[in-house]
């Protein structure tokens, strides 16, 4: 049988197979990059320019395509001559991929959980298959490498989607208090293979019920791997406690303690682990998928001819709408180029299929994103909002459309009109005549942001257009709408609407890490500093790893007084950080918070006194010279009472020119000498729009005066802290609320 694979850049050698299976007759050619012997690129070839490859006479009996969650699916392989067939790896990233273009193939490779999921989604023609493998070329035991290091995982920490992870690998590195722990990511080669090599036990967990790379990189060399105990699949290769260890959320650190007390035990696992892994390489993995596609073949139907493949029983219109959306999907720039390219053909772009022209609006604003600095990137994205202006002209309520035309004003600038199409957009997704047509993507931007991955999961998960489908995407374009509107409103500090932008996206998204956070930064710019650090701690239950939102939790909790919370959290923070080295950059950040932590719990706490809080416009004495007569009317200068007045640098006069300008004021208006004068105290310190609440932590009782720019949030700040509000004619009701007898008024 002659066999075409790809893409690849490490084409399996014939010898290896042989080696394999002494009697192999079947002929493999590959396709990619590297070595592969025929030369692919997704954004520029077609199945056709594969076959002009082809060596003189050569005709495949059966193509095996390889990842079309992120490699562009060649345009006409639905027209194959010949038995074709798709592993689908990270499914659980690629579900729109999948759903699109799945149907140009005769069978599909998956995962276990991933096969279930094809069934459901209505594919006949599964096949399981561990497809991960490991290259002994690569992966081995090094000879006079010290195993010097307790605990050792190499993966993704990628907060949206390693999300599950997070929580485990924040566990393991807690570790480090006792032991070596070195959990880390972006190591490849040969630093990997020593790092593995210098490993006692290798932690692992995979993300969607598979089995990963390392499961087999790991025993190759050399080390204990630790596995979670609820995979279904793992035990097909490792028998627990005999060649590797499973663990649950009930055990783990005891398994890794055990067995870094009990040295035997865990070399004997290791040995065994290497010695049943080493029938698990590349070429095995290439020889296993040709088996079981070969009882698959034998026991269904026979090959029935390209026609029957359901992509290409679509008509034209629709297979250049997959394929450009699925191209679309991709982080290569050349496969944006062409998907742009596929839908700039007279018919589709005379059509006025409204999902066409997203979809194209969305190619030409990619490509303009991803273009050089030079000419055609202006040119690209004029003609990207012409498209999705004209969409919306046939549609108005495209919701899914007008969501990528907010994205676009935003980018270009507009914020206005960027939040307009926003508010348009929410209201279309909260109405009840919402159609799924108006949810169909694609959709910008493509980031890998927690939005992103709900979405590729939802499509996995849902048929698309069904009413479930409909259910999810609403509900993560709904998301990803009040995401946008809470983040405008917070870098206008407006905190009050940012607070119900977000709380709206942390009810929409409640296990999304960046959800909860936006919630509690909103909460803590408005001063509401106990709600903030719940929402703190659950942006961290759902991010674990997350050190800059640790570090501003722990700052909070500095602030408002709780020093011991403080300091337990920048102690679980160190504790990731020695364990995870790749943090290492935060570990100055936690520092500076534990230092002035332990100066704000040194300090002597102030005298028992009333603190009377104003924001007066410095640049108007109609501001503050009320506020200052009736202060000083009231009060004497031997009382425990003060009142503190926020000065702007930024846009109030120095205060070596507002303090000669009180005291001329107090004694030649008021008659009043300087040393009867009370406790007025100049609040003149820089702070960010986000951090005027912390004035509110000064005060017992807010003094309003003429509304300034200043203090258009006071009240709801004084709200926040739970200060009492008094209007400056009625400072004297005040009087009744301090620490000891106040004189009469003068």
Not at 3 to 24: A, N, Q, S, T, Y
Not at 28 to 51: K, M, P
Not at 200 to 217: L, Q, T
Not at 297 to 302: K, L, R, S, T, V
Request: charged share 30%; glycine share 6%; proline share 5%.
């Amino acid at each position: 049988m002659r066999i075409l694979m790809g893409p690849c850049d490490k084409p399996v050698e014939d010898d290896d197979v042989k080696r394999i299976v002494p009697d192999w007759k079947h002929e493999l050619l590959f396709f990619g990059s590297g070595d592969a012997q025929l030369r692919w690129h997704g954004g520029d070839n077609s199945y056709a320019q594969l076959q002009s490859q082809f060596p003189a006479g050569w005709k495949p009996d059966l193509v095996i395509f390889n990842s079309p969650e992120y490699e562009a699916v060649p345009a006409g392989i639905e027209e194959a001559d010949c038995l074709t067939a798709a592993i689908v790896g990270d499914w659980n990233l690629g579900g729109q991929a999948v759903q699109l273009t799945a149907s140009a193939f005769d069978i599909l490779i998956a995962d276990r959980n991933g096969c279930e999921l094809l069934r459901k989604a209505g594919h006949s023609r599964v096949v399981y298959a561990p497809f991960f493998s490991f290259d002994p070329r690569v992966h081995y035991r090094m000879e006079n490498v010290e195993r010097d290091l307790d605990v050792v995982m190499i993966g993704s920490f990628h907060a949206d989607v390693q999300r599950e992870r997070a929580r485990w690998v924040a566990r393991v590195a807690g570790l480090s208090r006792r032991h070596r722990v070195h959990l880390t990511c972006n190591v490849y080669g040969e630093e990997y293979t020593r790092l593995m090599n210098r490993a006692k036990i290798v932690f692992n967990r995979s993300i969607r019920g598979e089995i990963n790379m390392r499961a087999y990189e790991a025993p190759a060399c050399g080390a204990l791997m630790f596995y979670e105990r609820e995979n279904e699949e793992i035990r097909g290769i490792y028998r627990d406690r005999e060649e590797c260890v499973l663990y649950g959320d009930d055990d783990l650190e005891e398994l890794i303690e055990y067995y870094l007390a009990h040295d035997d035990e865990r070399r004997a696992i290791a040995e065994a682990g290497w010695r049943a892994v080493q029938t698990h390489a590349g070429p095995h993995k290439t020889v296993d998928i040709l088996a079981r596609l070969k009882r698959e073949i034998e026991a269904g139907p026979a090959w029935a001819g390209a026609g029957e493949r359901g992509f290409s029983r679509l008509p034209e219109e629709e297979r250049r709408f997959r394929r450009a959306y699925q191209w679309l999907l991709l982080p290569d720039r050349k496969a944006v180029a062409r998907a742009e390219t596929e839908l700039s053909d007279p018919e589709v772009r005379a059509s006025t299929r409204v999902d066409l022209i997203n979809a194209r609006a969305c190619a030409l604003a990619q490509w303009a994103l991803t273009a050089p600095a030079n000419a055609i990137g202006p040119d690209l994205w004029r003609q990207a909002l012409g498209e999705i202006q004209r969409c919306l002209a046939l549609d108005p309520s495209y919701a899914a459309a007008r969501l990528n035309y907010a994205f676009m004003l935003l980018t270009s600038g507009d914020v206005e009109s960027g939040r307009a199409q926003l508010e348009t957009t929410e209201a279309l997704l909260r109405s009840d005549s919402l159609e799924p047509r108006q949810l169909m993507g694609p959709y910008l931007p493509r980031m890998f942001s927690g939005s992103d991955v709900e979405i590729e999961w939802q499509w996995m998960h849902h048929e698309p257009l069904s009413g479930a489908w409909k259910t999810e995407m609403r509900r993560i374009l709904l998301w990803r709408a009040v995401e946008k509107l809470g983040e405008i409103a917070f870098s206008e500090a407006d905190f009050a609407l940012g607070v119900h932008y977000a709380a709206e996206e942390a009810s929409l998204a409640p296990a999304r890490g960046s959800a909860q956070y936006h919630h509690a930064r909103a909460l803590r710019a408005l001063g509401r500093s106990d709600e903030a650090v719940e929402a703190y701690h659950r942006a961290i239950g759902c991010a674990a790893l997350a050190m800059d939102i640790r570090i501003e939790l722990a700052h909070l909790l500095c602030n408002i007084g709780r020093t011991d919370e403080c300091l337990a959290v920048l102690d679980e923070t160190v504790a990731i950080i020695e364990g995870a080295p790749c943090f290492e950059r935060h570990r100055k950040a936690v520092q500076i918070a534990r230092r002035q932590c332990l100066e704000s719990r040194a300090k002597t706490p102030e005298t028992d006194s009333l603190r009377l809080l104003a924001l007066p416009d410095w640049n108007d004495p109609a501001s503050w010279q009320p506020l200052i007569r009736a202060y000083a009317r009231v009060f004497c200068s031997d009382e425990p009472v003060s009142l503190r007045l926020r000065v702007d640098p930024e846009t109030h006069p120095r205060e070596e020119v507002l303090i000669p300008e009180i005291l001329r004021f107090v004694e030649t208006t008021l008659g009043l000498p300087q040393d009867e004068l009370p406790d007025v105290t100049l609040m003149n310190e820089p702070l960010a729009p986000t951090d005027r609440w912390k004035l509110f932590l000064q005060a017992d009782v807010l003094v309003s005066g003429p509304e300034s720019a200043d203090n258009d949030y006071a009240r709801v700040y004084a709200e926040a802290r739970g200060l009492l509000v008094v209007p400056v004619e009625k400072i004297g009701s005040v009087r009744a609320l301090a620490p000891q007898k106040i004189s009469p008024i003068r």
